[in-house]
T-cell receptor, first 115, second 115 residues
């Protein structure tokens, strides 16, 4: 049973380009969470999705950022018109459910560098 | 608001000595608490969780955590530290978002174990 898979591991984009980050949850997991980690900082919650639904997007910036988790395929975090401040590590986590006693399993992250 | 706090940015300990990484929580109702570890350039790995029952929870790599309701704390401990334990440690709480729940993390504590 493969873990949470994120790709690419490293992504370099020029200012103004689009960044697409992919996350395949663990087998059997239908809940996906995206977090952002700035250098030397903790993890900030961005968005929580269940298949085809956004459950909680309270941590998403109002503009340029969007996320989806289609019925088939990986979850996608999309950042349009990237700026230098978007440079960070983006982590995806998955869990089999949303119960309070359920831990989430993390991918290795995608490190986005905007030049 | 439900949250966790990690009061120490960094903890230094000599190999072979016991270590403690502190975490306090502020939760309405029963707390569901977790510890994760992050090694350099890697994702987060689940260490242990407290749901209910015994106040001393045992986890991976010899770590344990003590839940103390009166002090609202969930400190991570290990009887004898190893240099390989050097990493970033995050305390987390599952928070209800109304229809579901998400993990909210503390700011992290960097553990440095030296020879």
């Amino acid at each position: 049973n493969a873990g949470v898979m994120q790709n690419p591991r490293h992504l370099v984009r020029r200012r103004g380009q689009e960044a697409r980050l992919r996350c395949s949850p663990m087998k059997g997991h239908s809940h996906v969470y995206w977090y952002r980690q700035l250098p030397e900082e903790g993890l900030k919650f961005m968005v929580y999705l269940q298949k085809e639904n956004i459950i909680d997007e309270s941590g998403m910036p109002k503009e340029r950022f969007s996320a989806e988790f289609p019925k088939e395929g990986p979850s996608i975090l999309r950042i349009q018109q990237v700026v230098r401040g978007d440079s960070a590590a983006y982590f995806c986590a998955s869990s089999p459910g949303a119960a309070l006693n359920t831990e989430a399993f993390f991918g290795q992250g995608t490190r986005l560098t905007v030049v | 608001a439900q949250s966790v706090a990690q009061p120490e940015d960094q903890v230094n300990v000599a190999e072979g000595n016991p270590l403690t990484v502190k975490c306090t929580y502020s939760v309405s109702g029963n707390p569901y608490l977790f510890w994760y570890v992050q090694y350099p350039n890697r994702g987060l790995q689940f260490l242990l969780k407290y749901i209910t029952g015994d106040n001393l929870v045992k986890g991976s790599y010899g770590f344990e955590a003590e839940f103390n309701k009166s002090q609202t704390s969930f400190h991570l401990k290990k009887p004898s530290a190893l240099v390989s334990d050097s990493a970033l440690y995050f305390c987390a709480v599952r928070k209800n978002t109304g229809t579901a729940s998400k993990l909210t993390f503390g700011t992290g504590t960097r553990l440095q174990v030296t020879l």
